[in-house]
């Protein structure tokens, strides 16, 4: 697939010039997985991969992210963790049952283009965020209350979105959702953070998705929580407030009414959740630490319609003929490496699934100059015929490849995992192989070929503390 409509492509290293091509109308690109899996065309892209927009630390006990800063960092932080009571990572992961789309989008660009229903933005406004936003005519602030209502307003002709700030840390949070599958966008979900200042609860944050606008707050059932104990009569008013004011949306996926009945619901428990959470109650568990992978920041790339293209493949150096618009999938299939699948070309299936420096991405939907420089490995680089990869080993041992569409992209997950977390759990085994659809439907034995591939003695289905 070509990405729809692209001639140009810009990847400048300095704001300046990038606030400079986003004025002349340059469509700016973070992750690309909204933008690249729509039917949307887009004449010029902006690179921003090599602005260095990738901060992620507390100071003064506020959290700073760059804009770039992928969902998967997220969800893998202790210091995001710790800095939102475990709300932005639980939401980064609602965002999508995929480990490569996490991997690729951006807290930024979910922000700027999340849709009606996404949770991480539910989050960011329930976590009172504060938008970064370069402008010709200079920085601005804008909290989270008015940026997340509608972002171009903000942005207007030529800004960018370069960081986020969450100012302190709330004493309880939850995210409570209702879906047709755990994977799929939800109806309705609540996001809620609280703050008690001795036994009265002085902050309430609730936001809401399944609503005609974007996720947006209900600040009058916020003040029925504040000021109380968090007691059931308060709760009770906040929830008739979410009632009689929230613009609940009539759609195809349910109805209005059912969306306020799910709504009144989950926000009740949200807020007993938070509550609790902020009078002691244990909190979630932070996430395991992984072996860091390199960070290799792009080189500037001041303009680029078509050319030769320069990329390291399974450990050789390979030049390939590319348009801006060519994708990776493109390029790798052109050169012969038929083990990356071309399927849906949306990031659904997986199946197109690449590492690139040690991350899986969809292939589908990264152009081939964001590869540029980089290290690229498919299946074909895993082993030969006479001498398998473990984790290919693994997977004939356990009989888990049956048609084996999906099982090049399933192996190169499961390199990536044991390569981060050598024992892993089967909750880490079956999160990295979630976003490789399996077309027979065989999910079993996979994660069984992971498990057998893991180094040591299987560990038990808990997360291991070393």
């Known amino acids: ?30 992750g690309g997985t909204r933008l690249f899996a729509s039917a949307r065309e887009v004449a010029n892209v902006l690179d921003l991969s ?14 700073h992210l760059g804009a770039t800063v992928t969902l998967q960092d997220v969800i893998d932080s202790q210091a995001v963790h710790e800095a939102t009571a475990g709300l932005l990572p639980i939401a980064a992961r609602a965002h999508s049952a995929s480990r490569m789309i996490r991997g690729m989008a951006t807290v930024g660009g ?16 329930a976590l009172n965020a504060i938008f970064e936003v370069a402008l010709p005519s200079g920085p601005l602030e804008s909290p989270a209350l008015r940026f997340l209502r509608d972002p ?46 001795g036994e009265k609860c002085a902050r309430a944050r609730i936001a809401l998705t399944g609503l005609r606008t974007r996720p947006a707050r209900v600040p009058e059932a916020e003040a029925r929580v504040e000021g109380s104990t968090g007691d059931a009569a308060a709760l009770q008013r906040c929830v008739d407030q979410i009632a009689q004011r929230a613009p609940f949306r009539d759609d195809a996926h349910a109805p209005a009414s059912y969306r306020k009945e799910a709504a009144l619901v989950l926000t009740r428990r949200a807020l007993e959740r938070a509550i609790a959470q902020a009078r002691g109650a244990p909190k979630a568990p932070p996430p395991r630490p992984r072996a860091p992978l ?53 990031g659904e299936c997986g199946a197109c699934t690449v590492l690139v420096d040690g991350r899986p991405v969809c292939s ?15 299946v074909e680089g895993l082993g030969t015929p006479d001498a398998l990869h473990p984790v290919q080993q693994a ?27 050598p024992r892993p759990t089967e909750e880490d085994a079956r999160d990295a192989l979630a976003g490789c659809l399996c077309r027979c439907t065989g999910y079993v034995k996979p994660v069984e070929a992971v498990m ?8 038990a289905s808990s997360r291991d503390s070393d």
């Open 452 to 459: 057998r591939a893991a180094s040591g003695p299987r560990p």
């Open 50 to 63: 090599a602005l260095g927009l990738t901060r992620m630390e507390i100071v003064d006990g506020d959290l």
């Open 395 to 421: 997977f004939v041992d356990t009989g888990a490849i049956q048609c084996g569409y999906c099982t090049p992209a399933m192996a190169l997950c499961a390199k990536a995992l044991l390569e981060a977390v």
């Open 294 to 346: 390199p960070l290799r920041r792009p080189t500037e790339l001041p303009y680029f319609t078509s050319g030769m293209l320069e990329l390291w493949v399974n450990g050789e150096r390979r030049r390939a003929p590319a348009e801006a618009r060519t994708t990776l999938l493109d390029v790798l299939r052109a050169e012969g490496l038929h083990g990356v699948k071309h399927g849906c070309e949306t």
């Open 364 to 378: 589908c939907l990264t152009l081939a100059l964001r590869a540029e420089g980089r290290q690229v490995e498919t």
């Open 110 to 125: 979910e922000a700027v283009h999340g849709a009606h229903d996404s949770e991480v933005v539910a989050a960011l406004l």
């Open 1 to 30: 697939m070509l990405a729809r409509g692209i001639r140009s492509y810009h990847r400048p290293t300095r704001l300046e010039e990038a606030l400079n091509l986003a004025g002349q109308g340059v469509v700016p690109v973070a």
């Open 152 to 197: 171009a307003e903000d942005l207007g002709p030529g800004g960018l979105l370069t960081s986020l700030m969450i100012p302190g840390v709330p004493e309880g949070a939850a995210l409570e959702r209702v879906a047709v599958l755990p994977s799929a966008p939800p109806l309705i979900a609540v996001a809620v953070t609280i703050s008690f200042a």
